[in-house]
């Protein structure tokens, strides 16, 4: 490259990466540098390196919030995965004019205001709210039965929230599948569900990733949703770095449960990145070898 | 051939899902009851309540939103699409790093990123107010936007800006007349995702904001902890999705006109 194309890459690239580096990475260092302080006395942290932080950090009862926000998350994910498939393989077999109309429809919630889709589902679980009086009438549940302020309504509030990010991957994937694949799997005698399984499904396999990333990501650093229909005893990690920074002021822990949420959302990123390049390096050598086979059996 | 039952009731099942508490929600904003179980009668006066100006403080809040929206679309713009072209056109090491720092922020939880800011903010010993949140909201919607014009990049001919060159035109003046045309629909497409993930941000704003700084994601979030007015949330909440409908049949239906345009 020229001297003058080398100063123009980097005039051209300076602005987004000064800013970055100034408001992205440089505040995440301070966050993880953070971590290895104690807390001072007037909100700050001390100067002086120290592991008691991770220490507590390890030990009760922070473990009991890191393990429940991982759980919630994957089951979050798996109900998401599983709502999305039929739903985009029914879109995908729609006519154009119908598909543009339905993935519309799903992504229309995504553009209005998050904390009022949150706050809509409060007042839905609400004990005066209409849930509860429709099972009510439905002699499903009595009074009693509070459907607010748990686990099992950040469950449903996530997948509410997330579904619409699960669903557009799948489709989009299962837009380019092609089905006459299904059909001929049914010709030779397979059950719906069978070439569902064996056929569509590895077709979507790449959105199915992605999905699960988009599900998994949002739901690990969730913060309004357990904090307007979770409990007391349903807190996440999110729940609690805003306890540790703001009424406890102290920010070391806040600093540590932030770098745990950090890994685990890197890990499955990781992971995801390692599978992608394994596939590749095998479908390269599948390539290789076909070829190899194709050219030695045409020299025999 | 035979189309799954099963997945089209699953379908259907989901828009209901989808659509229940929007719809509970719109019905509520026009009824009489506090709490919206039962149906106590048609009323408007919810609508009337929010704008009396009792309820001032909203509109406040509504104005800083719109303000800090704006401002960090226009700066987002300005950054992503430097940042869209050095990737598109340039691929050597240092881009393979810049990608790493545009790509990160996309998948970083929002609460690490309004406790990293705050952190430095804190660290910094600078205040928090409009100004921190301007910063915080630029800082995650440089990304998309930088995302959204590096797509439109793809099919961009780089054979354009040769011939520009090769008939006389300097870097500025090809970039200015030649490549920014183009890339406009691009740009627009990424601000307005900018400026809605700007007026939506609740978490990050919430960790940078400062006294007297709230914006209306923030204004809401108070009026819902403190169970104050909640049947005035309803009525905003209402006009808030009717403003999202408009603006998305507005934006599709200039997205169609396009089409129709480049198709002719």
């Known amino acids: ?300 | 051939m035979k189309r799954s039952k099963f997945a089209v009731v699953v379908l259907g099942l989901v828009m209901v899902f989808l659509y229940l508490p929007i719809v509970v929600l719109v019905a509520n904003s026009f009824n009489e009851a506090k709490f919206g179980g039962e149906w106590a009668g048609f009323t408007f006066k919810w609508y009337k309540a929010l704008f009396s100006s009792q309820n001032h403080a909203i509109w406040e809040a509504f104005q800083r939103s719109i303000i800090v929206a704006t401002f960090a679309t226009f700066a987002s713009c300005v950054i992503g699409t430097t940042a869209a072209v050095a990737l598109h056109r340039w691929k050597g090491r240092l881009q393979s790093i810049h990608y790493g720092l545009i790509y990160t922020p996309l998948v970083m939880p929002e609460i690490l990123m309004g406790i990293s800011l705050l952190m430095m903010f804190t660290a910094a010993g600078i205040g928090c107010g409009l100004t921190t949140i301007w910063i915080a909201h630029t800082t995650f919607c440089v990304s998309y936007v930088a995302m959204t014009v590096l797509a439109r990049l793809q099919d961009f001919d780089d054979r354009i800006t040769e011939a520009a060159y090769d008939l006389g035109a300097g870097p500025f003046y090809a970039f200015f007349h030649v490549v920014l045309p183009i890339l406009l629909p691009g740009i627009v497409a990424g601000g307005l995702l900018a400026f809605t993930l700007s007026i939506d941000d609740f978490v990050i704003t919430f960790f940078v904001t400062g006294p007297g700084a709230d914006t209306l994601p923030l204004k809401i979030y108070s009026m819902i902890k403190h169970s104050r007015q909640m049947p005035v949330i309803n009525s905003l909440s209402t006009l808030m999705l009717l403003m999202t409908c408009l603006l998305v049949a507005a934006s599709r239906l200039v997205a169609n006109r396009r089409r129709r345009v480049r198709t002719r």
């Open chain 1, 1 to 300: 490259m020229t001297r003058s194309g080398r100063w123009a890459e980097w005039g051209v690239s300076l602005p987004s990466f000064v800013w970055l580096t100034v408001f992205f990475v440089v505040p995440t260092l301070i966050v993880l540098s953070i971590a290895f302080h104690a807390p001072s006395s007037d909100g700050g942290f001390a100067s002086g390196f120290t592991m008691e932080t991770w220490k507590a950090v390890v030990r009760t009862p922070y473990k009991e919030i890191v393990w429940r926000t991982i759980w919630i998350s994957a089951v979050t994910t798996a109900v998401c995965i599983l709502l999305s498939l039929p739903c985009a393989y029914s879109i995908a077999r729609m006519n154009t004019r119908w598909r543009a109309i339905v993935a519309g429809l799903i992504m229309l919630p995504f553009w209005t205001s998050f904390i009022v889709r949150v706050f809509a589902w409060r007042t839905l679980l609400n004990p005066e709210g209409f849930l509860q009086h429709v099972l009510i009438a439905l002699g499903l549940a009595d009074a009693s039965v509070s459907l607010n302020y748990n686990s099992g309504a950040i469950l449903v509030v996530s997948v509410y929230s997330f579904l619409p990010f699960a669903i557009m991957p799948i489709y989009t994937a299962a837009e380019k599948f092609d089905f006459s694949l299904m059909e001929a799997a049914r010709d030779l005698g397979a059950r719906s569900f069978f070439a569902f399984r064996k056929i569509f499904l590895p077709g979507v396999k790449r959105g199915v990733v992605s999905a699960i990333l988009m599900v998994f990501i949002p739901a690990i650093g969730s913060y309004v949703i357990p904090d307007l229909v979770g409990g007391r005893d349903s807190e996440l990690i999110g729940n609690k770095i805003y306890q540790r920074t703001f009424p406890d002021r102290n920010l070391p822990h806040a600093s540590a449960l932030a770098a745990v949420m950090g890994f685990s959302v890197l890990l499955p990123l990781a992971w995801v990145a390692w599978m992608i390049k394994r596939q590749d390096a095998r479908e390269a050598k599948r390539l290789a070898e076909a070829t190899a086979r194709k050219l030695s059996g045409g020299a025999a």
